[in-house]
């Protein structure tokens, strides 16, 4: 039996999208457009209903091409597209969460906005104290680097959104690598 693919939520490729637009305007955006496939095109102009799941393979695609057109291929664009989606969504639809949170706060509820966007996977707290914490993803099999570094950039800004000082998160345990699972390391002041 074939193993379930990965969908990822209709709402979370508007600030993909618009992060392209508002970088690059809207002749980079074409030029990403134009060299995608078109089921990965339909989506990206506009056919997207933020209530179902596509395959995460076009959203990657679309990162992917974003980032060989108009970056320089070192996947920086999909870190800075994790950056934009977390102000995106921190500034719209949880926005609550930065006027009582603090970065522990924040944190215990990534596990519930990860299913809220990914069809599969548990993200859980494995530590969490002032200044340090780590999140791991099982039941998930191996993300694509791509992915990888977006979810990164995610972390970087919400942790950065909700009052933490100084954040930076590291990749430190992928099944690409060997690893058993997915696992990031945030530190803050």
Known sequence: MAEEKLKFKGAGWKPIIEF?????????????????????REIANGWVLISSWYDMQLIE????ATDRLLGKGDLD????????????????????LMKVGTPGFVLKRAPIIWSRYYSKGKLQIVLLKPGHAILRLTDMGTLSEVTCVRVTGWMEMTMKMSGAKNPSVEHISCPSRGDSFEEWEGRWQ
């Open 20 to 40: 392209v637009k508002v970088t690059f305007g809207e002749e980079g955006f074409n030029r990403v457009l134009e060299s995608v496939s078109p089921e990965c």
């Open 61 to 64: 695609e679309f990162i992917k």
């Open 77 to 96: 664009i999909a870190r800075k597209m994790g950056r934009y989606s977390a102000e995106f969504g921190i500034k719209t639809v949880y926005k609550f």
